[in-house]
């Protein structure tokens, strides 16, 4: 109750203070004028004088007073327009993240499921410098949750990040590979995509990657960020269907 007052109390200062400003600078604008137009007509009607000495106080006070309630029943609306198109703004640089899962022929291996997420952009805008990070697996934090995820058929990407167009789903991002014949799903970082590009046998490497996880149904949580957007989480469940692999957005972790 009282950071409720609190933000009341700031909402209507700011108000008042905005008010007394704009009345402020028409009240000086017009006593001046009046002030000119008063020496001037007094001089040459001086039977005018007193009258003149009157409204040159009272239509500038009135006008005062006028202006100001006009600009406190004016204010609060131009900051609801402010703050309105700054959530605008935000929400039209959004993105989102869908479950997308198909089997893909790689030369070296055979047939390989593929389970990964299409990043979408929810605004008119291009959304720059995306990454998409697997920071929880089965609720535990995962152990590389800083070393983002590999940007699908974008080879020689030294970044590991990605740019989303407006419109349908156009970029995605890997998230699990599977063959039917492993016992182990791998997960494709873009460190790992990158030391193999440069034909580093991470099978004989003494700090390998730990970028495996056992072949069953998980839950993963992905952590989204980017340019100019506010940062994304989302969890999804991987799971063994027959002789397929399967992703899904859980739906009640979406909020």
């Not at 989303?164 to 014949?181: A, D, M």
């Not at 072949?215 to 994304?232: R, W």
């Amino acid at each position: 109750m009282d950071k409720y007052l609190a933000t009341y109390k700031t909402f209507w200062w700011e108000c008042i203070k905005y008010s007394l400003r704009s009345s402020f600078n028409i009240f000086a604008g017009i006593a001046t004028a009046l002030g000119v137009v008063a020496l001037v007509l007094a001089r040459f009607a001086s039977r005018w004088e007193h009258l003149l000495s009157i409204l040159w106080w009272f239509i500038p006070v009135a006008i005062f007073g006028l202006s100001f309630i006009f600009h406190m029943i004016r204010y609060p609306y131009i900051l609801y327009k402010y703050q309105a198109n700054k959530v605008q703004g935000y929400e039209t640089q959004a993105i989102e993240l869908e479950p997308h899962c198909r089997l893909e022929k790689l030369p070296s291996i055979g047939d390989v499921w593929v389970a990964r997420i299409g990043v979408r952009a929810l605004g008119l805008r291009v959304i720059r410098g995306v990454f998409i990070y697997l920071t929880e697996i089965d609720e535990n934090q995962n152990d590389l949750f800083d070393a983002p995820l590999h940007p699908a058929l974008q080879l020689r990407n030294v970044t590991g990040a990605t740019n989303i167009n407006p419109g349908k789903t156009q970029r995605y991002i890997e998230i699990l590979h599977w063959n039917t014949s492993a016992k182990e799903m791998g997960i494709p970082y873009h460190l790992t995509a990158q030391l193999r590009e440069a034909n580093v046998d991470l099978s004989k490497s003494r700090d390998r990657l730990v970028d495996a996880i056992a072949v069953g149904t998980h839950n993963l949580t992905l952590y989204a960020t980017g340019e100019d957007i506010k940062p994304l989480e989302r969890q999804f469940r991987v799971e063994i269907v027959g002789d397929r692999l399967e992703i899904h957005r859980i739906e009640n972790e979406h909020h």
